[in-house]
């Protein structure tokens, strides 16, 4: 596998073919923001706080790092007025659905967005897609999805699995930067699974 050799701010970076500018800044540990992003995951870009400045043969545009593969000789700003503002942007629009995330919080703070900055939107789910893709993608189980679409997309657990799969797996719980998939697991099992076990109770 071939060498590629570019800048990330101001950094001499030494990239393998194939890499992703979020990877190769992690490599000589730059760091990136990002919430969508997971090692053992394919590269999403949602949630596209991973927007960085890159320029190469003199042109310069905003890529989402976590998706982006590195080129030969590309220069790479991870941070500028630009990136900067337009994270603040995202991270505002984000605040709106989930203010209380402690993950979104810091980076506010980071960042200078003001979580009240857009009405309300408490659904608590930022649509990072962690759980739904960590599911399919690893324990190869389909037990959470999305439904709806546009502003009124959320996560929901599919019944029929999660009361096979889930209750002795949870290892998406950790991954959710909200809470939001706890609070809908809880629901689901609340709504249709009202024993402890996640099992049918007994007859007597």
């Not at 320029?55 to 976590?66: D, I, K, Q, Y």
């Not at 941070?79 to 605040?95: A, F």
């Not at 679409?149 to 009361?163: H, L, N």
């Not at 719980?173 to 998939?181: D, I």
Request: hydrophobic share 40%; aromatic share 8%.
């Amino acid at each position: 596998m071939s060498e590629i050799l570019l800048q990330i701010d101001g950094k001499e970076v030494r990239a393998k073919e194939g890499m992703t500018l979020l990877e190769a800044a992690q490599e000589v540990e730059i760091s990136i923001p990002t919430l969508c992003h997971h090692e053992k995951l394919e590269p999403y870009g949602g949630c596209r706080l991973c927007t960085v400045e890159v320029e190469s043969r003199g042109w310069t545009r905003l890529v989402v790092a976590c998706v982006y593969p590195v080129e030969k000789n590309l220069v790479v700003r991870t941070r500028s007025e630009k990136v900067d503002r337009i994270r603040k942007m995202i991270l505002q629009l984000l605040l709106a659905h989930a203010p209380d995330a402690f993950d979104l919080q810091d980076l506010a703070q980071e960042y200078g967005a003001d979580k009240d900055r857009f009405e309300k939107e408490a659904s608590f789910c930022i649509h990072c897609g962690l759980c739904v893709r960590y599911c399919a993608e690893v324990k190869k189980k389909n037990a959470v999805g999305f439904v709806d679409r546009g502003i009124r997309k959320e996560i929901s657990f599919i019944p029929e699995i999660a009361s096979k799969e889930c209750w002795n797996c949870k290892e998406c719980f950790p991954l959710c930067p909200t809470e939001a998939l706890q609070a809908a697991f809880v629901l689901t099992k609340a709504l249709a699974f009202p024993s402890p076990s996640f099992e049918p109770a007994s007859e007597e």
